[in-house]
């Protein structure tokens, strides 16, 4: 019962093979190799717009998983493609580049994943997560180019003649590229001044106020460096584009005028805490020898730090909702940008 069955499978592997070598036509024979990695450009170009749309590459781990799966695919129908005329140039590279593209989705993205869940813990640490994933894809740019150079070689030698134009797949992975370098180089600037304000606002509610200092001596420092930046025009625009860099601006702007004129109302508040403790506590251990100047000098400090208190409630009250805005602001106009540029593909 089983033998037929299993004939026909050999049958059918042998007449696959055959095919594959009555390719006689040099152009014929590209566009076979290049039809062996559609599904994997497709899959992988699902994975890049979605990583796109998302800064939780965790989230899309199963678009990793079917691009690792349609790569895998490609290579096994790669390595059924013969010989040209017994030159394995072109069907060598092209095995090349899948195998590579395999161990960056593997390993490298894999890396990715594991380190964006510490990547918020500090500057440090995010700037190694961008990095990586602008290693990542330096990679698979550069694998791409040395294919496109094989096989402008086997072109050339077998007197095919390329059009240099591009698929709407290669187009949409073009940009993708572009606009996540984009926004990476924008993103850091804005993380620097988040993730201070984030220190210094702990701080203050340790009542850490020499950290506090640190931190937002740390935030103008950023705020300065990112505005400055700011201002080249290699990230001024994004061909022609200025949003992203303007909702960028804002958000510094914002943070260094908070830390520059509103932090050093609060720590001030917490100064006058302490020191109205110190005046309530020598108050107290005077018991009956109080003064009247001791207690005219008690009550103007309750009547101050009431006030202070007051105060401080409604500037702490006014930060935290323009620090939500600014957040937000910044968030809607990155998902903007990244959703007008980099459409979504599946």
């Known amino acids: 019962m089983h033998r037929p069955f299993y004939f ?13 070598q009555m390719i006689e036509n040099a152009g014929d024979y590209m566009s076979a190799m290049s039809n062996a990695q559609t599904e994997m450009d497709q899959k ?20 990793r998983s079917a691009a690792l799966e349609s790569i895998n695919n490609s290579k096994y129908k790669t390595i059924d493609l013969p010989k040209y005329k017994g030159d394995n140039s ?4 092209s095995i090349d580049y899948i195998q590579f593209c395999y161990r960056i989705f593997s390993e490298d993205y894999s890396k990715i994943v594991n380190m964006e869940e510490i990547a918020e813990q500090s500057v440090d640490q995010m700037q190694a997560f961008l990095l990586l994933e602008e290693k990542a894809s330096q990679k698979l740019q550069e694998a791409s180019e040395n294919l496109a150079k094989a096989e402008k070689e086997f ?6 003649n390329l059009v240099d134009s591009k698929t709407e797949l290669t187009d949409k992975m073009g940009m993708a590229g572009k606009v996540n370098n984009y926004c990476d180089q924008l993103y850091i600037i804005f993380f620097k001044c988040n993730w201070e304000d984030g220190q210094l606002f702990n701080a203050l509610n340790a009542h850490k106020l020499n950290d506090a200092e640190q931190a937002r001596n740390s935030m103008i ?13 290699s990230i001024r625009t994004f061909q022609g584009n200025p949003v992203l860099a303007v909702a960028c601006r804002d958000a510094l702007q914002f943070y260094h005028s908070m830390a520059q004129n509103d932090i050093p109302k609060l720590t001030d508040f917490y100064l006058k805490q302490e020191n109205f403790a110190k005046i309530k506590q020598s108050m107290e251990a005077k018991g009956s020898n109080k003064t009247k100047e001791d207690v005219d000098l008690y009550n103007k400090a309750v009547k101050d730090i009431n006030a202070s208190v007051n105060n401080f409630n409604q500037l702490n009250q006014d930060l935290n909702k323009r620090r939500q805005e600014t957040v937000e602001n910044w968030e809607k106009a990155e998902k903007a940008f990244r959703d007008d540029l980099i459409p979504y593909y599946k």
Not at 49 to 59: G, I, L, W
Not at 155 to 160: E, F, L, M, R
């Open 8 to 20: 026909l499978l050999i049958t059918f592997f042998f007449s696959s093979r055959v095919h594959a």
């Open 155 to 160: 072109a050339a030698k077998y007197g095919v």
């Open 90 to 93: 072109l069907r060598q590279a």
């Open 44 to 63: 992988y170009m699902a994975y890049v717009s979605a990583s796109a749309h998302s800064r939780r590459a965790k989230k899309i781990e199963k678009l």
């Open 221 to 233: 420092t950023f705020a300065k460096e990112g505005l400055d930046a700011l201002k080249a025009d």
